[in-house]
Protein backbone atom coordinates (compact mmCIF):
# COMPACT_ATOMS: atom_id res chain seq x y z
CA UNK A 1 0.00 0.00 0.00
CA UNK A 2 1.57 3.40 -0.64
CA UNK A 3 1.98 6.34 1.53
CA UNK A 4 1.96 9.92 0.41
CA UNK A 5 3.25 12.47 2.43
CA UNK A 6 2.21 16.13 0.83
CA UNK A 7 5.12 18.95 1.67
CA UNK A 8 5.11 22.50 0.83
CA UNK A 9 2.54 24.78 2.26
CA UNK A 10 2.28 27.77 3.83
CA UNK A 11 1.11 30.98 4.07
CA UNK A 12 1.55 32.99 0.88
CA UNK A 13 0.55 36.85 0.04
CA UNK A 14 -2.02 37.12 -3.13
CA UNK A 15 0.46 36.94 -6.44
CA UNK A 16 3.22 35.22 -4.47
CA UNK A 17 4.19 31.13 -5.16
CA UNK A 18 4.90 27.93 -3.56
CA UNK A 19 5.66 24.19 -4.28
CA UNK A 20 3.87 21.47 -3.59
CA UNK A 21 5.85 18.20 -2.83
CA UNK A 22 4.17 14.32 -2.64
CA UNK A 23 6.45 12.00 -1.58
CA UNK A 24 5.05 8.19 -2.25
CA UNK A 25 6.81 5.26 0.00
CA UNK A 26 7.19 3.17 -3.07
CA UNK A 27 7.56 3.61 -6.70
CA UNK A 28 4.90 5.45 -8.59
CA UNK A 29 6.58 4.22 -12.34
CA UNK A 30 3.66 2.21 -12.77
CA UNK A 31 0.87 4.49 -11.47
CA UNK A 32 -0.53 6.05 -15.16
CA UNK A 33 -1.92 8.98 -13.33
CA UNK A 34 -0.98 10.89 -10.29
CA UNK A 35 -3.19 14.31 -9.38
CA UNK A 36 -3.21 17.45 -7.17
CA UNK A 37 -6.28 17.40 -4.63
CA UNK A 38 -7.87 20.39 -3.25
CA UNK A 39 -10.52 20.98 -0.35
CA UNK A 40 -11.30 25.03 0.54
CA UNK A 41 -13.07 26.30 3.30
CA UNK A 42 -16.59 24.69 3.21
CA UNK A 43 -15.86 22.85 -0.36
CA UNK A 44 -15.72 18.81 -1.27
CA UNK A 45 -12.04 18.03 -2.70
CA UNK A 46 -11.63 18.35 -6.21
CA UNK A 47 -9.16 17.36 -8.83
CA UNK A 48 -7.06 20.01 -9.79
CA UNK A 49 -4.27 19.09 -11.61
CA UNK A 50 -3.15 15.60 -13.06
CA UNK A 51 0.15 13.88 -14.85
CA UNK A 52 0.12 11.06 -16.88
CA UNK A 53 3.01 8.62 -16.69
CA UNK A 54 4.45 10.56 -19.70
CA UNK A 55 4.01 13.54 -18.40
CA UNK A 56 0.99 14.61 -20.09
CA UNK A 57 -0.93 17.65 -18.08
CA UNK A 58 -4.77 18.21 -17.47
CA UNK A 59 -5.73 21.08 -15.16
CA UNK A 60 -8.92 22.70 -13.87
CA UNK A 61 -9.66 25.95 -15.47
CA UNK A 62 -9.05 27.82 -12.59
CA UNK A 63 -5.59 26.89 -12.09
CA UNK A 64 -4.79 27.17 -15.45
CA UNK A 65 -1.76 28.82 -17.15
CA UNK A 66 -1.11 29.27 -12.76
CA UNK A 67 -0.02 25.89 -11.91
CA UNK A 68 2.42 23.29 -13.25
CA UNK A 69 1.95 19.77 -11.79
CA UNK A 70 4.93 17.41 -12.45
CA UNK A 71 6.19 14.15 -11.35
CA UNK A 72 10.06 12.60 -11.02
CA UNK A 73 9.21 8.85 -10.88
CA UNK A 74 13.38 8.70 -9.65
CA UNK A 75 12.27 9.86 -6.81
CA UNK A 76 8.71 8.69 -6.45
CA UNK A 77 7.60 12.59 -6.12
CA UNK A 78 4.75 14.52 -7.66
CA UNK A 79 5.49 18.49 -7.89
CA UNK A 80 2.72 21.03 -7.91
CA UNK A 81 4.02 24.82 -8.95
CA UNK A 82 1.70 27.35 -8.21
CA UNK A 83 2.39 31.05 -9.48
CA UNK A 84 0.09 33.72 -9.06
CA UNK A 85 -1.95 32.78 -6.19
CA UNK A 86 -5.30 33.96 -5.46
CA UNK A 87 -7.30 33.79 -2.10
CA UNK A 88 -9.68 31.27 -3.86
CA UNK A 89 -6.44 29.18 -3.93
CA UNK A 90 -6.86 28.81 -0.01
CA UNK A 91 -7.07 25.03 0.73
CA UNK A 92 -5.51 21.72 2.14
CA UNK A 93 -3.93 19.97 -0.93
CA UNK A 94 -3.48 16.57 -1.58
CA UNK A 95 -2.16 13.87 -3.68
CA UNK A 96 -3.33 10.32 -5.02
CA UNK A 97 -4.23 8.57 -8.26
CA UNK A 98 -7.08 9.32 -10.63
CA UNK A 99 -8.56 6.73 -8.83
CA UNK A 100 -8.18 7.72 -5.63
CA UNK A 101 -6.87 4.01 -4.68
CA UNK A 102 -4.47 4.86 -1.84
CA UNK A 103 -5.02 6.49 1.35
CA UNK A 104 -5.15 10.06 1.65
CA UNK A 105 -2.35 11.58 3.64
CA UNK A 106 -2.31 14.58 5.87
CA UNK A 107 -2.65 17.19 3.17
CA UNK A 108 -0.79 20.58 3.50
CA UNK A 109 -2.33 23.92 4.37
CA UNK A 110 -2.25 26.66 1.88
CA UNK A 111 -3.23 29.94 2.92
CA UNK A 112 -3.80 32.74 0.63
CA UNK A 113 -4.06 36.30 1.94
CA UNK A 114 -2.96 39.57 2.58
Known amino acids: QVQLVESGGGLVQPGGSLRLSCAAS????????MGWYRQGPGNQRELVAA???????TYVDSVKGRFTISRDNAKDTVYLQMSNLKPEDTGLYYC????????WGQGTQVTVSS
Open 96 to 103: NDNLLTFP
Open 26 to 33: RSIFSIYV
Open 51 to 57: VTSNGDT
